[in-house]
Nanobody, 121 residues
Framework: VQLQASGGGLVQAGGSLRLSCVASGRTFSSYDIAWFRQTPGSERLFVATIGKSGGNIFYSDSLDGRFTISRDNAKNMVYLQMNSLKLEDTAVYYC???????????????WGQGTLVTVSS
């Protein structure tokens, strides 16, 4: 299955944004999915993951409860609702298929084109 992230943009600090991740393929509901983010010169970091049926949700400790991950298997979609955005949330966000043995999250080698989120002051 291949995933494509979208929904990024420019938002003021304190604002909200919802990212979408659309999957191709008929076996989408067979996969755990995660969001990651990356800033220039830094490694790609885990943000959140959701299990095949919408359970087994885990978040990065750095988010302080501001983000919510969800999925709609009927639409082959995963979402990331981001609230109370901070300047440090600025990054390119990616979604990917993962294998999770929490706290271990292993992503597939295919990284689609991410979506840029820019938080301004």
């Amino acid at each position: 299955v291949q995933l494509q992230a979208s929904g990024g943009g420019l938002v003021q600090a304190g604002g909200s944004l919802r990212l979408s991740c659309v999957a191709s393929g008929r076996t989408f509901s067979s996969y755990d999915i995660a969001w990651f983010r990356q800033t220039p010169g830094s490694e790609r970091l885990f943000v959140a993951t959701i299990g095949k049926s919408g359970g087994n949700i885990f978040y990065s400790d750095s988010l302080d409860g501001r983000f919510t991950i969800s999925r709609d298997n009927a639409k082959n979609m995963v979402y990331l609702q981001m609230n109370s955005l901070k300047l440090e949330d600025t990054a390119v966000y990616y979604c990917n298929v993962v294998r999770v043995r929490w706290p271990l999250v292993h992503a597939s080698n295919y990284w689609g084109q991410g979506t840029l989120v820019t938080v301004s002051s």
